[in-house]
Each structure stands twice: as structure tokens, then as C-alpha cells.
């Protein structure tokens, strides 16, 4: 009981320093790019965010700075840090989420006997009934072969069933439409993990990274399969980096993440690696009292 009690003040205090000044600068800079656009979309948003970053980062006379563009995690969490800066400072000029892929793959079926059939398979998975779950799910695809909803969840019916490999199967399928879709990328992850193949977990993670860098969970199955493989600094960098977005967005899972990096304290202190952990916390901007 004492070393969980010490632990959790350890780590009760964590916060989240200010963001640097760099990514303030690519903040103004977005901003501005903005305001000389008539018709700001998607694409126009990530060009305007990510134009001034080689300029800035580049001419910035702290080599800490112009050192974090080196790697992929880097950019990735400076991009993260500046998206969050510009929706704070000029909020009217972000546009809507990518609206249109998300409600185009995970609404319902146009075909009436799909969406019935997968209806009746979510009726099945709420008494856990997962075996007629999944003949319900087949008989949907039958009618609508590219319903991800119901590929998806025919994926998290096998692996209620702990039947991995078909699991696996139906998630690949769902990403051979929906490439994107941060559902099948997730739970790909985790089954991957159960069948203890950390690497290619890693690579479907980091996947959900790239395409959803403002999602805690690639960060969070990334970071707990580089630990399980022994890359203590990769499992640290990623756990930083969901705590931080579960922290901003107030989820309970905060919690998980927190319990997780005094994992990783604990390991790195006992191979007497306390130094690195604190090197690798300054440079994700997290303060620990």
C-alpha cells in the first residue's frame, strides 16, 4: 500500500507546461494564412498549419527546437500543440472536423435489409449473444458488402470470442473501404497485442497516429506495446503524449495513462535510468513535482 500511496503523489501533480513559443509562432502565423482564405477547408487548414513550421522551426535559435523536427514523434506533437493553439486563438476560422468521411462510413446502411440486419446483430452484442451477433453481421454484409459499421463490429464479435485471426480478418476489411477509420485501426491494435504481436500492433497504432494525432488511444496502444517490448523512451514519449490529450479533454482515462508512465518510472528507476525519464518528461513539456 505505502509504495502505491507515494506513487500517486508522485504523479497526482503532473501538468502541462505552457506551449512553447515556436508553436505560438506557427499559431499566429496559421492564423493569418487564414484570414487571406475566402473558403477555408480541410486541405486549406493543414496547408496554412504546416507551411511556416520548416521556416520557423528552422531559423529558431534554441537547437532544442530546430533538434524536435528530427524524428516523426516530434512533428507530430508540435503539429498536435499548434492545431490546439490556433483553435484557441482564432476558433471562427477552423473548420468543422473532416465531416463528410466519418458520416459517410459510420452511418447507417442505404440498403434497408442491412441496416435491419445490423440492428439485430447490435440487439445480439448487447445480451452478448455474440455467436447470432455474428450471423446477423454476415447477413448484413451479404446485402451491403462495404457497411464498415457492420465490419467493424463483426470484428469486435470474434474477439469477444477470443477468435483473433477472424477478428483481424473483418478489421481489415472495414480499412480496405475506410482506410481512416480510427474504430477498425484501434481495435486492430488490440487484437494484434493479444495474439502478443507487439510489432505489427505498433504499426496499426501509429497508423491512428497519422491520421488521427488528436486521438489519446494511438498514442496510449503504441506506448503500452513499445513497453512491453522493452523501448522504454518510445513507450515514455507516447504515454506523454495521450495523458496529455486525455488531461486537455478531462477523461477518466487520464487516469490509465498516469498509472502507466509510474510504470515506466518505476522500471527506469530500478535500472537506475531516473535522469532519461526526467529528459524525456522536459522534452514532452510535462513538469513533475
Do not use: W
Amino acid at each position: 500500500m505505502g509504495k502505491k500511496f507515494i506513487l500517486f503523489l508522485t504523479f497526482a501533480s503532473f501538468s502541462i507546461l505552457q506551449a512553447q513559443t515556436i508553436e505560438e509562432k506557427i499559431a499566429a502565423k496559421t492564423c493569418e494564412c487564414l484570414q487571406k482564405s475566402s473558403n477555408i477547408t480541410n486541405d486549406v487548414f493543414r496547408d496554412c498549419l504546416t507551411k511556416p513550421i520548416g521556416e520557423l522551426v528552422l531559423t529558431d535559435k534554441d537547437p532544442k527546437v530546430r533538434e524536435s523536427i528530427n524524428t516523426v514523434e516530434g512533428i507530430q506533437t508540435m503539429i498536435l500543440r499548434a492545431k490546439e493553439l490556433v483553435s484557441k486563438k482564432c476558433p471562427d476560422l477552423v473548420p468543422a472536423l473532416i465531416e463528410n468521411k466519418e458520416d459517410i462510413y459510420y452511418g447507417k446502411s442505404k440498403n434497408k435489409s442491412a441496416q435491419n440486419f445490423y440492428k439485430i446483430g447490435q440487439d445480439f452484442m448487447d445480451q452478448k449473444n455474440f455467436k447470432s451477433a455474428i450471423e446477423s453481421f454476415q447477413l448484413a454484409i451479404k446485402e451491403d458488402p462495404n457497411f464498415v459499421l457492420a465490419l467493424d463490429d463483426m470484428g469486435v464479435s470474434y474477439r469477444q470470442l477470443d477468435d483473433y485471426d477472424n477478428a483481424i480478418k473483418y478489421y481489415k476489411k472495414s480499412l480496405e473501404i475506410y482506410p481512416e477509420g480510427h474504430f477498425a485501426l484501434m481495435n486492430i491494435g488490440v487484437a494484434y497485442t493479444f495474439k502478443s504481436d507487439y510489432k505489427t500492433a505498433i504499426s496499426y497504432y501509429q497508423k491512428l497516429i497519422e491520421y488521427h494525432p488528436d486521438n489519446a488511444e494511438g498514442y496510449f496502444g503504441a506506448g503500452k506495446n513499445y513497453f512491453i517490448l522493452k523501448d522504454d523512451e518510445k513507450a515514455l514519449d507516447n504515454m506523454f503524449m495521450a495523458h496529455r490529450i486525455y488531461t486537455n479533454s478531462k477523461s477518466d482515462y487520464a487516469k490509465d495513462s498516469e498509472q502507466f508512465i509510474g510504470a515506466i518510472y518505476h522500471k527506469m528507476k530500478s535500472e537506475n535510468k531516473e535522469d532519461l525519464f526526467k529528459k524525456i518528461a522536459e522534452k514532452n513539456n510535462v513538469q513533475i513535482n
